[in-house]
């Protein structure tokens, strides 16, 4: 959330130094949080629908990340149209868009992501795991595996 909310203070003369710190805490975050993540998930069925789990866990890691760019964009985009409408600029060509109209459309796209970081933070404090009692019993032998099903 540090880093989204760097983000937001982006301006047309940031500079490189700014924006690498604030990428990298974006990074050490989502990497710290994909992890416990998946954990807590798969702690939470059966082992023997671990293989399952686990490919529903890879697609519910990279579905959202494909699906975050286009709403992204789309805020984004929002963001400049509407900043910039007062401006006439949405009916001039994209090159001759000032960077400060194109900075503020990042600040609207991260202002959203920060904030849907704050909700993501309060359903992690507020979810409870549930580890299903082949992880509870402490017997690390496990029963071969009939199938997936």
Same mark, same amino acid.
């Given at each position: 959330? =540090?880093?989204?909310?760097?983000?937001?203070?982006?301006?047309?003369? #940031?500079? /490189?130094?700014?924006?690498?710190? =604030?990428?990298?805490?974006i990074?050490?975050?989502?990497?710290? @949080? @994909?992890?416990?993540? !998946?954990?807590? &998930?798969?702690?939470?069925? !059966?082992?023997?629908?671990?293989?399952?789990?686990?490919?529903? #866990? %890879?697609? +519910?890691?990279?579905?959202?990340? #494909?699906?975050? &760019?286009?709403?992204?964009?789309?805020?984004?985009?929002?963001?400049?149209?509407?900043?910039?409408?007062?401006?006439?600029?949405?009916?001039?060509?994209?090159?001759?868009?000032?960077?400060?109209?194109?900075? %503020?459309?990042?600040?609207?796209?991260?202002l959203?992501?920060?904030?849907?970081?704050?909700?993501?933070?309060v359903?992690?404090?507020v979810?409870? /795991?549930?580890?299903? /009692?082949?992880?509870?019993?402490?017997? +690390? +032998?496990? #029963? /071969?595996?009939?199938?997936?099903?």
């Amino acid at each position: 959330m =540090a880093g989204y909310f760097l983000m937001t203070r982006l301006h047309a003369d #940031t500079g /490189p130094g700014f924006i690498v710190l =604030a990428l990298v805490l974006i990074g050490l975050g989502l990497g710290t @949080m @994909m992890t416990p993540v !998946s954990n807590v &998930i798969m702690q939470s069925v !059966s082992k023997k629908y671990g293989g399952m789990v686990s490919s529903l #866990t %890879s697609l +519910e890691r990279f579905a959202p990340l #494909t699906l975050g &760019i286009a709403f992204f964009n789309l805020v984004f985009l929002q963001g400049v149209i509407t900043i910039a409408k007062h401006e006439e600029v949405t009916r001039q060509a994209p090159k001759a868009i000032q960077m400060g109209i194109l900075a %503020s459309g990042f600040d609207f796209a991260f202002l959203m992501s920060f904030i849907f970081g704050i909700f993501i933070l309060v359903l992690a404090i507020v979810t409870r /795991p549930k580890v299903h /009692p082949d992880y509870r019993d402490g017997d +690390e +032998e496990e #029963t /071969p595996g009939i199938g997936m099903i």
